[in-house]
């Protein structure tokens, strides 16, 4: 937990392990714990024991999809609040319908997304800014 009672670990569920381990790279670069999953089924096992203030989620995962993940996560008691991001090479009106009612931060597609904007999105998703330093211009 960080000094605002945020839990700081994120939990990355993505199949392809080289993008897996820049966005964790990155992340723990900024300060963050991050767990890596490849499969839908290891991924509701890491998310279930490590309780992440946030899940980056890709929908296309073997095994289960992602779309699966998140309702099971929303049908439990441990998941049902965590902060999902969904990072898709899927547009979004492609997606499976509904992601937006079981409640995600957000909808990203991966191959417009650089890696500074990964970095923003968690931020502003784990550090509201309302709880953020306050910036004096003079």
Not at 101 to 111: C, H, P, Q, R, W
């Amino acid at each position: 937990m960080d000094q605002f009672g945020i839990s700081q670990k994120i939990v990355i569920v993505e199949d392809n392990v080289a993008l897996a381990e820049i966005y964790k790279v990155r992340l723990e670069l900024l300060g963050y714990t991050c767990f890596a999953a490849y499969d839908g089924e290891v991924a509701l096992q890491v998310i279930e024991k490590e309780l992440p203030g946030l899940v980056l989620l890709d929908l296309m995962v073997p095994k289960i999809a992602g779309d699966q993940i998140l309702a099971r996560m929303r049908a439990s008691t441990w998941g049902k609040d965590i902060k999902v991001l969904i990072i898709s090479n899927l547009n979004e009106a492609d997606a499976p319908a509904g992601l937006r009612d079981l409640g995600i931060e957000g909808y990203a597609v991966k191959m417009n997304l650089s890696n500074d904007q990964i970095d923003q999105l968690v931020d502003n998703i784990l550090k509201p800014a309302d709880q953020t330093e306050d910036i004096v211009l003079e």
